[in-house]
Structure formats: structure tokens, C-alpha cells
């Protein structure tokens, strides 16, 4: 079994009780059956902190199992109260309680909190079948089906499952020039969308998958090898559905759902092209879940892909990002007349909201002029109104940002970054108060729309 070859190997390691939450907890919920988007971790429920929230990934989510970790020294009998406490609180069925070493499986019977495993390491592996057929993933399912048929409590999740009334506004950040700051403006806009409290979705519809990496997801080692789903799977895949794709990231404050990529994409032109109306297959997907986010970015690859298509029908608005010269400003008209074109085959018009100017060298104020220049032109020979952002919400080129995807993680994380020197937390961080002045320019634009509509 393949548990006892990775536990086997972490005993030496085990120290803290985040040692134990990452290299016991984690890969016992992978070998349960579990996937990064049936749990979540810190889940805050009133005034508790649980480690693990083991839910229901159909709405409302339904809690099955908590589990609370601590360090391999505590003797775990010390600590019985909290998880019956936490259990009886959050009305899950089952409560685990471990510091690495023991494991005590608690199950609410007849109001009472009993104790109904207590294995160490080895008698948990013998026993694994017993423990399964428990707390596993299938068991989970049967629970949670046999109680949506009756009035059950509802465990609430602030922050993303309650559906709002309002749907997601789906951006597609579109832009045929390669090498504009798509992915960047992408990852940094959806992180300061979410520190401000949004919630947001982000799609990584490009086979460079450098979405994906630059927020520290390795396509093969994190999606792939953990028996994960990705985009190909969801596009190409009729039984998989947007939540079996997702993986969730927190850095403090700021989370972001992301549906990976993969470089087996670009295989995949010909299956796409040849589907029954396949440049429908994102929307579709996304239907159902558009009320679970307030923004839903996705990032297309630069070339004229098929997926390209399938990313701008998914869109209700396009955000094209572009750099002051002359090249991507040249692009603009392919762009422009591509969008406006995709927008005639769509049932509802695609909305522009505007041209974002990325990457842009502040010294150069007389040809940055004469760009604007030129892109004004652009936009008013489309006979629409499509705005070019203010300067306020401009992104300058900086060195730290250009260095910043290999380090997989968004902007704002930078100044918990051990290894990187204090100029550069600083320096990080004023880039990323850019990326915050276009995010508020965004919700800006979003709520003058709403209040249109
Ligand atoms: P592709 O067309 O290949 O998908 P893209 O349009 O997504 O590219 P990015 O990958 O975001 O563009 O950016 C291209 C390069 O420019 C990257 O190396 C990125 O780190 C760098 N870059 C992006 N924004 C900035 C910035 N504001 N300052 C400095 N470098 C930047
Ligand atoms: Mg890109």
C-alpha cells in the first residue's frame, strides 16, 4: 500500500503539527479517496478553527468529517474534548483526532459522542478496508446523498459555496500577441480581486499552462501523478464537471480556485474541433457554478486556437491586455475585429470591457503618447465604445514582477518570502497596489453594469 511506503519514509520528519497535517493528513485523505476541493483546511466555523472541513462538494456542502492534527508529542487523550466539542458544534457524523502517530475516529450515535477507532500508524494500515468503509470518500457520498432527501443542518462555508443571487461576470483575458502580460495581469488581478474580498475562479486554458505554474501548481507532479482532473479532462470529458477540476490555493487572505492546465492540450485540436458543438463545451461546464463565484478569469493561449474560440463563447466580457508599442499595438485590430466577429455568433453580444495597458516603460512619455494615440484610433474605428483604462490603473514593467512566476506564488505573497531580499518585498508589494488599482477599476465597471441592467 502505498501509505505505508510514504509514512514510513516521513516518520523520521515528523515534528510539528504542521508536519503532521502535510505529511500524514495529506496523503491519508488522497489514499481515502478524497481530492484537494472535498476538504478544506483552517475552515473557520464561529468561534472554532478546524484543521481539516471534509465536505460535500454538491450545494449546500454538507460537513462529514473533521479532523483536528497535532504535534507527534501530544498524547492525544489530553485532547478528546476538543474533537467531541468540535463534532457536536459543526453536526458533522465524524471527528479525527491524530498527532501523526495515533489515530482516534470519533461518530455522533444517539447524541453521544463514542470513540470508534484507535489504531497507531500500522494498525490503521492493517485495518485500512475498516477505516475506508468509515471516513473514506464513498462512504461520504452515501451519507451526504441518503441527507439531501431530508432536512438536515446546513454547514455554511463564508466565503465560497453559499450561492449569491448575483452570477459571475466571466472575463476572458484576451490578446493574439503572445507575450503581452495576459498570464501575468491574470494572476495578479484575480489575487487583488480576492484580497478584496471577491470571489474568484480562475481557468488556465493554455497548453504553456504558465498559469497553472506561476501560482505553484506543477501540471504533472500536482495534478497529473495525484490522480487530479484538469482542463483537457473537463473540455474533452462529458461526466466531468467544473468542481472535479478545481484546485484550491491560499496564500493569507487570498484564495483562488484554479482549473489547471496541462501541456497535452495542444494534442488536443483535432477531438475539440471535431466535437458537436464544441466551442460551447466551456460555457456549458460553467453554468451551473457561475453563482458560486464573482469573477470566473480566464487566460487563452496567444495563437488562433480552437480553444481560443472555446474561451471567448465561455466569456460574458473581454478584458484585452496590451503593452505601449508597437507591435501589440499593431495586434489591437485583429483583436478588436476577432471579438466583435465572435460576439455576432453568440447568443448574448460579448462586452469589451477595455484595454489594459501592462508592461509599460514610465520614461518613455512622448512614444507611450503617441501608442495611446494610435490605439484610440483603433478603438473608435470599431464604431463601439470600448474604453482604454485610465493611467491610474496602468502597470509599469518591473524587474520583480518579470522574476516573480518561478516563485509560484501571486505578488502579495512576496513579503512572507523567506528568501527574498527586503528591497524586493518592497518593491513587490508596490506593484502589486497596480494590480489593485485595476481591480477596483474592474469592480467599478462591474457595478455601474448591475446597476444598468
Ligand atoms: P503568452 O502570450 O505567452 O501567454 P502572456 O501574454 O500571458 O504571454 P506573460 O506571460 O504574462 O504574457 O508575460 C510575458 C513576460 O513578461 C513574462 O516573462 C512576464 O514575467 C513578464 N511580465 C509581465 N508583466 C510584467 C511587468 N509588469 N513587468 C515586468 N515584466 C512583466
Ligand atoms: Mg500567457
Redesign the pocket.
Known sequence: MRLAEVWSEVIPYLHTEADVEHKVINPLLTELGYRSNDFTVQFKFDQFRLDFLIQGNQLPRLAYLIIEAKAPRHNLNEDIWQIRRYVRHVKAPFGLLTNGKQFQVFCEWNNRIIKVFDLDQKGLIDNFDQVRKVIGKEASLRYIASLTQVQMPIVPDPIYLTPTEKKAMIITVF?NK????????TINLAAALSKLGKRVLLIDI?A?A?LTTGLGIDPLVDIEQQGKKDIVDLLTDRDVKLPDTITRKRWGDVVLDIVPSHIRLSDMEATLTQAVDGDRVLIRKLKNYKQNYDFILIDP??SFSKVNTIALMAASHILI?TQLAAYPVRALEYVLTRTLGISKDRDEPLKMLGVAV??YDKSATSGNREMVEKIHQKLQATGELIPLFPESTW?????V??L??DRGYPLCHADTDKDLPTGDKIKAAD?FECYLRLAKHLLKISEEERATV
Open positions: 490578446n503572445g507575450g503581452v502580460g495576459k498570464t501575468t495581469t493554455d504553456q504558465n493561449p496567444p491586455p501592462s508592461m502597470i509599469p514593467q518591473f524587474k514582477v518579470a516573480n512566476p506593484a
